[in-house]
């Protein structure tokens, strides 16, 4: 039986809303491709905190499970110093991991690997929660139960009801798509 210990979270479109930002699925594929350019860039500036995930993580950290934040993101400059982040959003997490600083991006394994790594847990006592369909399946690949949120109306309560009875019984690893 499997026993979750970790939920990882994406950050963009997750964690942080691009609800009052319409324009952002016509920019997806530049932003898949490294988010390079200044305009893209200050698209992350305008990304809100979800206030239901903000009361979300703390249920499920108080639940007992380590939280990690995994991001496909970019530095801010060339100079590299700054990646694009909320900070608000990292500080109650035990562990960031950032495409940009690791040199590998979801849905690469190697990238879920790391982050399981980092919370001192195995793949396959992961939960992954990510927008996108293609970065479930990559955490699926490697042994992580993965959570589709395809509509930030979703109830935040739902996906901690989840997490918390996926933790009390044996269910194959598989996407779980919440519309």
Do not use: W
Request: aromatic share 8%; proline share 4%; charged share 20%.
């Amino acid at each position: 039986m499997v026993i979750y210990k970790a939920v990882i979270f994406d950050m963009g479109g997750v964690l942080m809303s691009y609800a009052k930002m319409p324009y952002v699925p016509e920019l997806r594929e530049e932003i898949q491709k490294g988010m390079t350019s200044p305009y893209v860039l200050s698209i992350f500036n305008n990304m809100v905190e979800d206030a239901n995930f903000a009361i979300a993580v703390p249920n499920i950290r108080n639940a007992g499970f380590r939280t990690a934040i995994l991001t496909n993101n970019a530095f801010q400059n060339e100079r590299r110093q700054r990646s694009i982040r909320l900070e608000n959003a990292i500080k109650v997490h035990d562990a960031v991991i950032e495409s940009c600083r690791i040199g590998y991006r979801k849905p690469e394994k190697e990238i879920y690997l790391i982050a399981a790594s980092q919370l001192n847990v195995e793949p396959e006592e992961c939960i992954f929660i990510d927008d996108l369909e293609e970065n479930c399946k990559g955490a699926q690949e490697v042994g992580m139960t993965a959570i589709q949120v395809c509509s930030h109306s979703i109830s935040c309560s739902i996906i901690t009801a989840v997490v918390v009875l996926r933790s009390c019984f044996n269910q194959p690893t598989n996407v779980l798509r919440l519309k």
